[in-house]
């Protein structure tokens, strides 16, 4: 009942702001829950990824477990040590094949998943724009550019060590366009993990998001 309350304050003073201009427009932390308790663990095992495709002249598996070695180091108070598992077949709803896996380390949570990685060369035809007052009759040329989009499709998985029970799965998928048809599969890859652990990031630590809202004042 409480947010509902909260949820229609805001409804409202949007509502006058935008019959009035007598409002400012601020940005706020608004902070997220968490969806685990870390500070119960004190070990965060990565594993290797499943990886559903290999990426020519890039480790994706190499990459990915480097990146969130050191992120999740950086925001976790515990240890962080990496496993190399064998994949037989997907495991990931496999309970018993996780609670067998490091019986020694009871209060530890695995991070592991899948992931793929793509990239296509898209072409599309170009319009100059037309300057204001010119003659409209007058054609424009039309050009064919190139551009390179890459894909992260990544699985998430967080794991009790000590039950194989899931705590936390999500599936994050980014893709992003670039005008460089040269454009290598590292630097994207780059640009595209950071997105992925924003949103992991807000949704495992309860990190703040910056939001907007109005102030009504006469």
Do not use: H
Not at 146 to 159: A, C, G, S, V
């Amino acid at each position: 009942m409480k947010k509902i309350k909260i949820v229609l304050l805001f409804t409202v003073l949007f509502s006058f702001s935008c019959a009035s201009n007598n409002y400012w427009k601020l940005k706020i932390e608004i902070p997220s829950k968490s969806s685990i308790d870390l500070g119960q663990y004190n070990e965060v095992v990565i594993t290797n990824f499943l990886i559903k495709e290999e990426t020519k002249d890039f480790d994706l598996n190499l990459e990915i477990v480097d990146y969130f070695s050191f992120e999740i180091g950086q925001n976790f108070n515990g240890k962080v040590s990496t496993e190399e598992i064998t994949f037989e077949e997907e495991p990931f709803e496999n309970e018993a094949f996780w609670k067998n896996l490091l019986p020694a380390r009871k209060d530890a949570i695995l991070f592991t998943g899948g992931a793929q990685y793509t990239e296509e060369i898209r072409k599309a035809i170009l319009q100059e724009k037309r300057e204001r007052f010119e003659d409209p009759f007058i054609s424009k040329k039309r050009g064919l550019a190139e551009r390179r989009f890459y894909t992260l499709n990544i699985d998430i998985y967080i794991i009790d060590a000590k039950t194989g029970k899931t705590l936390y799965k999500r599936n994050f998928k980014e893709s992003k366009g670039y005008q460089n048809p040269k454009q290598t599969a590292a630097f994207a890859f780059f640009d595209l993990i950071q997105i992925v652990k924003a949103k992991f990031f807000r949704n495992i630590l309860g990190e703040a998001s910056i939001q907007e809202r109005y102030l009504i004042y006469d």
